[in-house]
Each structure stands twice: as C-alpha cells, then as structure tokens.
C-alpha cells in the first residue's frame, strides 16, 4: 500500500493515526514521530541515494532556472 494507507487506516489504532488534513506547520512532534515510524517501515522508502540524487537534480534545475 501506500504511506497514507499507513497513516490513516482505520486498522491502525486511532492513537496512531495522523490527521492528513492538518496543514505541515500544524503537524506537532507526535504526528511527525508517527510519520517517520511509518516512513521507516515502508517497504517501498526509496534509498538515501534516491533522496540525494532527487534533491541534487532539484538544485539544478532551479540554478538553471534563476540563470538562464
């Protein structure tokens, strides 16, 4: 399935779930502690190397955005 499945599942137990609708900044330590356990479970987390290598190509393109 997918991370929201995880987050929001009514199989999941309500003290574990994390309001979706909540905007980012309203997320407290609870809710982000709760994302980062169902992140790291996820069998389908990409690779540190995903993560740099998709940050990485974002930094060119807006370098190459801001000089071109």
Known sequence: GNLLDVLTSAAVPREQRVNVSKRVRDLNVSD???????????????????????LLMSLICIHCRIYT
Do not use: C, D, E, G
């Open 32 to 54: 982000w502690a709760l994302i980062m356990r169902a992140f790291h479970n996820w069998p389908f987390k990409p690779t540190v190397r995903q993560l740099v290598s998709s």
